[in-house]
């Protein structure tokens, strides 16, 4: 059973790139790992998604290394509208074995 | 555009009162979720359901109930509701090929008293 650790929060600086890390050391083989973003009084909403190496969208990327016990959100050149919950998700979602464990989310605040 | 919407987004109930939350979607996506959220805990997967008629319990089904009759439509029920169930309560619902990817309602802020 996979377990998800980030950090509380995080502050930074428009313009600025800013990398938040997920710890999942026991992650397991069929687990994905996929984040979202929360602003207050709405529901989350998708970013990013992969299973190993590296994955970039139009709004972020994702960088997962070889032992896959971590993963990292890069998101580039934040603006004040990137100040969110950004929360870091593992798990299997094949139906036989159904797992999944949303981590307790990372406050990111971007100060001008 | 995707959407998910649920039926109410403040509810006041008295403990032991029968609760009904009500989610739609209008994606025709199979799978469909409700989770609770609570300050520090994060998301928490009550029930969900990969079709009509079939439902699945998640990491804290206790005191829930779900119903799926028709494919756009999930509704969570609270038998009897009880002060620690006062929480927010979010629908979300994804397509049969991309589990990941959910898309989630604006939420229900449930108080029980």
């Known amino acids: 059973l996979a377990k998800t650790t980030q950090p509380i929060s995080m502050d930074s600086y428009e313009g600025q790139e800013v990398n938040i890390t997920c710890s999942h050391n026991?992650?397991?083989?069929?687990?994905?790992i996929t984040w979202y973003q929360q602003f207050p009084s709405q529901g989350p909403r998708f970013i990013i998604q992969?299973?190993?190496?590296?994955v970039t969208n139009e709004v972020a990327s994702l960088f997962i290394p070889a032992d896959r016990k971590s993963s990292t959100l890069s998101l580039p050149r934040v603006s004040l509208s990137d100040t969110a919950v950004y929360y870091c998700?593992?798990?299997?979602?094949?139906?036989?074995?159904?797992?999944?464990?949303w981590g307790a989310g990372t406050k990111l605040i971007i100060k001008p | 555009d995707v959407k998910v919407t649920q039926s109410s987004r403040y509810l006041v109930k008295r403990t032991g009162e029968k609760v009904f939350l009500e989610c739609v979607q209008d994606?025709?996506?199979?799978?469909m979720f409700w989770y609770r959220q609570d300050p520090g805990l994060g998301l928490r997967l009550i029930y969900f359901?990969?079709?009509?008629?079939?439902?699945e319990k998640g990491d804290i089904p206790e005191g829930y109930s779900v119903s799926r009759e028709k494919k756009e439509r999930f509704s969570l029920i609270l038998e009897s509701a009880s002060t620690n169930q006062t929480s927010m309560y979010l629908c979300?619902?994804?397509?049969?090929?991309?589990?990941?990817?959910?898309?989630f309602g604006p939420g229900t802020r449930l108080t029980v008293t």
């Open positions: 998700l593992v798990g299997d979602m094949g139906r036989s074995n159904y797992q999944l464990i």
């Open positions: 026991n992650i397991a083989t069929n687990d994905y």
């Open positions: 992969g299973y190993k190496t590296k």
């Open positions: 994606m025709d996506h199979e799978n």
């Open positions: 359901s990969y079709d009509v008629k079939m439902k």
């Open positions: 979300a619902s994804s397509p049969g090929t991309s589990d990941y990817e959910q898309y």
